[in-house]
């Protein structure tokens, strides 16, 4: 499937997977972070559940301390 | 970019209200350059106080270590900008209190030095407060590698900042990189707000 990450193209070798399967795919290991998937929030809890498929526009934002 | 007179920025920004999630490194820093151009409503919330160990970045003097950091930092934009209307809320801001205290600004600001409040805050806008603006700032600590620092949108979201050097013991956060990032919030709600 073809999915938009962070405003990129991205290709995946499926037909969908989970956050969390994407967020360990491409090393996402930052704790704090702010999932999208079709300007629809993910919580943390719902990595696991929340599927993305073809097409999806998914946005994944780290947050950092300091300030 | 978009050319206009001071005058007619300042007319502009007058009737424009700005929340400040805040008032530490970003939020004081940010909240200053927003009066100086002539803001005409700053909404600022932090529960903390002003410490020695904040005025190597944050836009307080020496003699107001003690002070609530709101408090210091409405004194502060008044010697500036006194126009400006500064509403200071001592508390820490959490996902029932923000929508209260935030629900009628135009841009709502992140400045919050925890990752985890980002998120908060992040979530809270998202879900209660759909469609706001948010400009949050994320990965100031350090110094040099200017051009690491960018700003980066997501919906409703905007990320100032270099989004991977986190704050830690031998990585502080520091007045210029902190400012910087400070001033691109400051410069990107203008930008919203003028158009």
Known sequence: ?67 | MQKKSFEEIRTILACKTVGIAGAGGLGSNCAVALARVGMGRIITADFDTVSESNLNRQYFFKDQVGMKKVLALKENIARINPEVMVEAFDIKLDPLNIPQIFGDCDVIVEAFDLAAMKLMIAETVLERMPGRILVMGSGVAGYGNNDAIKTVKSGNIFICGDQENETGENLPPLAPRVGIVAGMQANLVMEILLG
């Open chain 1, 1 to 67: 499937m073809q999915i938009t990450l962070n405003n990129r193209k991205e290709e995946f070798d499926r037909s969908t997977m989970t956050v969390r399967e994407l967020l360990d795919e491409k090393n996402f290991t930052f704790k704090m972070l702010v999932v999208k998937i079709n300007g629809q929030l993910v919580r943390k809890e719902d990595y696991e559940k929340a599927v993305i498929s073809e097409g999806d526009d998914v946005s994944v934002i780290h947050l950092i301390s300091g300030g």
